[in-house]
């Protein structure tokens, strides 16, 4: 089992940046697939990008690719989601996502997949 813990959100200017942060307790980190996921008010929690267990391939939705970056560090039990050129429409509950497997080579977009969430980070962009 692993709980999940996300940081860094808050509010940002149109064009500005902002890093969250996904720490992880529990055992065995480098064995779970992660993902981060939003969620806007009124609408459905959404893919944004996901990352292998071993940190080596991710996948990026359409509307964040060449904006955001995925990252974890396994040493560090920690996931990392680096956001730039943001944009209004990317005001959300970010909210990071994890699953154990066993193919160190596998990401998942799919919300259904992930058996742990955290709490959610707040990211607001004022225009």
């Known amino acids: 089992q692993v709980q999940l813990v996300e940081s860094g959100g808050g509010l940002v200017q149109a064009g500005g940046s902002l890093l969250l942060s996904c720490a992880a307790s529990?055992?065995?980190?480098?064995?779970?697939?992660m993902g981060w996921f939003r969620q806007a008010p009124g609408k459905e929690r959404e893919f944004v990008a996901a990352?292998?267990?071993?940190?080596?391939?991710?996948i990026n939705a359409d509307s964040v690719k060449g904006r955001f970056t995925i990252s974890r560090d396994n040493a560090k039990n920690t996931m990392y989601l680096q956001m730039n050129s943001l944009k209004p429409e990317d005001t959300a509950g970010y909210y990071c996502?994890?699953?154990?497997?066993?193919?160190?080579?596998?990401?998942?977009?799919?919300?259904?997949?992930?058996?742990?969430w955290g709490q959610g980070t707040q990211v607001t962009v004022s225009s």
């Open positions: 990352i292998t267990s071993s940190g080596g391939s991710t």
């Open positions: 529990g055992r065995s980190f480098s064995s779970y697939a």
């Open positions: 996502a994890a699953v154990q497997t066993r193919n160190p080579n596998a990401a998942y977009y799919t919300r259904s997949t992930y058996s742990y």
